[in-house]
C-alpha cells in the first residue's frame, strides 16, 4: 500500500505560480502510475496530468497543457505538479492519487489511493 500526502495549495492571484508536492509513502514508489485530480465546488472530480512510473510518460488534460507540468522523483517519493499561469477557474481541491497497474489515466477509479487534498484559490 501508500500513502499520500499533498502540500503546497494556497490563495494566488490570477497569472501566479504555484508548485505543488505530493509525499508518498513505502518503498515501492517507482511502481506506482502517478496522477493529479481536482474537484472544483459543485463540480465532479476531474483528471489534470499523470506521470508513469519512470517519469518518461506524461499527461495532461486539455485545460491545464502548456501551463502546468508534472514530474516524479522516485528517490524522493514525491510527484510535483507545477501549475504556471493561473486561472480562477483553476480553483479546487487539487488531489494526488496512485495506481498500482496500468491505468486508463483519466479514469478515477483506476486510482486505489488518494490523498487528502490541497485547496488551490486563484482570485481575479
Known amino acids: 500500500q501508500v500513502q499520500l500526502v499533498e502540500s503546497g495549495g494556497g490563495l494566488v492571484q490570477t497569472g501566479d505560480s504555484l508548485r505543488l508536492s505530493c509525499a508518498a509513502s513505502?518503498?515501492?514508489?517507482?511502481?506506482?502510475?502517478m496522477g493529479w485530480f481536482r474537484q472544483a465546488p459543485g463540480k465532479e472530480r476531474e483528471f489534470v496530468a499523470a506521470?508513469?512510473?519512470?517519469?518518461?510518460?506524461?499527461y495532461y488534460a486539455d485545460s491545464v497543457k502548456g501551463r502546468f507540468t508534472i514530474s516524479r522523483d522516485n528517490a524522493k517519493n514525491t510527484v510535483i505538479l507545477q501549475m504556471n499561469s493561473l486561472k480562477p477557474e483553476d480553483t479546487a481541491v487539487y488531489y494526488c492519487?496512485?495506481?498500482?497497474?496500468?491505468?486508463?489515466?483519466?479514469?478515477?477509479?483506476?486510482?486505489?489511493?488518494w490523498g487528502q487534498g490541497t485547496q488551490v484559490t486563484v482570485s481575479t
Open positions: 492519487a496512485a495506481s498500482n497497474g496500468m491505468p486508463v489515466v483519466t479514469r478515477i477509479r483506476d486510482y486505489g489511493y
Open positions: 513505502g518503498r515501492t514508489f517507482s511502481r506506482y502510475f
Open positions: 506521470v508513469s512510473w519512470s517519469g518518461g510518460g506524461l
